[in-house]
C-alpha cells in the first residue's frame, strides 16, 4: 500500500491541475454559440438572438425594455461584427472577441453555451467591462 | 487479513478518514457552488462536473500543499533546531546531521538496514535525503496544482463579472493565490509550532507523540 501512495498523488495532482482547463471542444461551442448571436443580430433575427441568451440575461432584458425579448434585442446597439479567433473558457464562463473589438460573454447552462452580457467593450484596467446587453 | 489490518491500523485509519472526509467535503463544496449558481441566476451543476472542476480543484490542493509544506519544513528543520524538553526534538547537542555510526549507514549499517543505507555514492545520498525529497515534490507538484486550478477559478469569476482575465504568471503575484496559500500555511506552522512546545509539559499515555507521563518535562527526545 505505501508503494501506491505516490502514484495515487501524481495521478490525483494531474487531475487537479487539468480540471477546468478550457479543452477544445468547449471552446469551440462557445465561439460557436457567440456566432450563432452575431448571425442572427446581422440579419435582423430577434427570435433567434434570443434563443442564445441565457435564461437570466433575456429575462432582464425584457424587464428593462419592457418588451419581448425578440423585439427588445434588436433595438440594442449591439455590434454586429463576427467573432474574430477562439473563445477563451475558464470553468462555466467563456467570452469571445468579436472583430470590431467588443466583447461578448457567455454561461455554460445544461442546454449548452448561452449568451450572458453583449457589446462589451473594456474600461478602465481592473474594471468591469461596460455592456450594452447583461444579465 | 487481519495480520495486515493489525500492523497497518494507522495508515488504514487515515486513509478511511482523509476519504470519507473528501467525499463530504465534495459535497460540501458542491452545495456551496450550487447555492452561487442559484443567486447569480445560473444553472446548478451535478455532482460529477464540480469533483472534475477547478473551484473543486483548487479547495483540495491549497490544503494539500500546505501539509506537504508542513512536514517538509518540519523533517529539515528538526535536522538542525532542537526543542528543549520536546518529544519532536532531538536531543540538544545532537544538532545536524548525525553521523554514520548514529544513522546506521556505510560500515556500521545492520544486516537488516534497506540495501541503500549500506552502499556509498550518489544511492546513499539519495536516500538519506528521501523523505525529505519525495515530500518536497509532492508540496511543489501540490503548489502548482493548487496555482493551476486556483487560476482557472480566479479567471472564470472574472468572466463572470465581465472583467478581463489574467494570465498564469499574473495570478502567481496576485492576492487571491497568496490569500489562499498563506490562510493554509500559518494554521499549519500554528499546529506544529504548538505541538512540540505542548508536548513539553503536557502527555497522552500511549502515544508516541508524546513523553512517557512520568518522564521529566526538561527531557527531550523521548517518546512515550
Not at chain 1, 501512495?5 to 495532482?13: D, G
Not at chain 1, 425584457?62 to 461584427?81: F, N, S
Not at chain 1, 457567455?106 to 455592456?131: F, I, Q, R, S
Request: hydrophobic content about 40%; glycine content about 8%.
Amino acid at each position: 500500500m505505501p508503494r501506491l501512495a505516490p502514484v495515487a498523488t501524481l495521478l490525483a495532482l494531474a487531475c487537479a491541475a487539468c480540471t477546468g482547463c478550457g479543452l477544445g471542444d468547449r471552446e469551440r461551442d462557445a465561439a460557436a454559440a457567440a456566432g450563432r448571436f452575431q448571425s442572427a443580430l446581422e440579419r435582423e433575427d430577434g427570435r433567434a438572438a434570443c434563443r442564445e441568451l441565457s435564461a437570466e440575461t433575456a429575462r432582464t432584458l425584457e424587464q428593462q425594455e419592457q418588451a419581448p425579448c425578440d423585439q427588445a434585442i434588436l433595438d440594442l446597439d449591439l455590434p454586429r461584427d463576427a467573432p474574430r479567433g477562439v473563445a477563451t473558457v475558464y470553468l462555466l464562463s467563456a467570452s469571445v472577441d468579436l472583430r470590431g473589438g467588443a466583447v461578448t460573454f457567455l454561461d455554460e447552462e445544461p442546454a449548452g453555451w448561452k449568451v450572458a452580457a453583449a457589446g462589451c467593450l473594456p474600461t478602465e484596467p481592473g474594471h468591469p467591462y461596460d455592456c450594452e446587453l447583461e444579465g | 487479513m487481519r495480520r495486515f489490518v493489525k500492523h497497518n491500523g494507522l495508515s488504514l485509519a487515515f486513509l478511511g478518514l482523509f476519504l470519507a472526509a473528501i467525499v463530504f467535503q465534495a459535497v460540501a463544496g458542491l452545495a456551496v457552488f450550487n447555492d452561487e449558481q442559484t443567486r447569480h441566476g445560473e444553472s446548478p451543476i451535478s455532482f460529477f462536473r464540480y469533483v472534475t472542476s477547478s473551484s473543486f480543484g483548487v479547495a483540495v490542493m491549497e490544503n494539500w500543499q500546505s501539509e506537504y509544506l508542513q512536514f517538509t519544513l518540519f523533517m529539515l528543520l528538526t535536522v538542525w533546531l532542537v526543542q528543549r524538553g520536546s518529544p519532536e526534538s532531538k536531543e540538544l547537542g545532537k544538532e545536524g546531521r548525525e553521523s554514520d555510526e548514529d544513522q546506521l549507514v556505510g560500515d556500521h549499517a545492520k544486516r537488516d538496514s534497506p540495501r541503500w543505507a549500506t552502499v556509498g555514492g550518489l544511492r546513499r545520498r539519495l536516500y538519506e535525503n528521501s523523505l525529505l525529497i519525495v515530500m518536497g515534490a509532492i508540496w511543489i507538484a501540490t503548489w502548482f496544482a493548487q496555482s493551476v486550478s486556483g487560476w482557472n477559478e480566479y479567471n472564470s469569476e472574472q468572466l463572470d463579472h465581465q472583467e478581463a482575465t489574467i494570465s498564469w504568471l499574473g495570478y502567481l503575484g496576485s492576492a487571491d493565490f497568496w490569500e489562499r496559500t498563506l490562510q493554509n500555511w500559518q494554521s499549519e506552522f500554528l499546529a506544529v509550532g504548538s505541538m512540540a512546545i505542548l508536548a513539553v509539559y503536557l502527555r497522552q499515555r500511549g502515544s508516541p507523540e508524546s513523553k512517557p507521563v512520568g518522564a521529566a518535562h526538561e527531557t527531550t527526545g523521548v517518546e512515550g
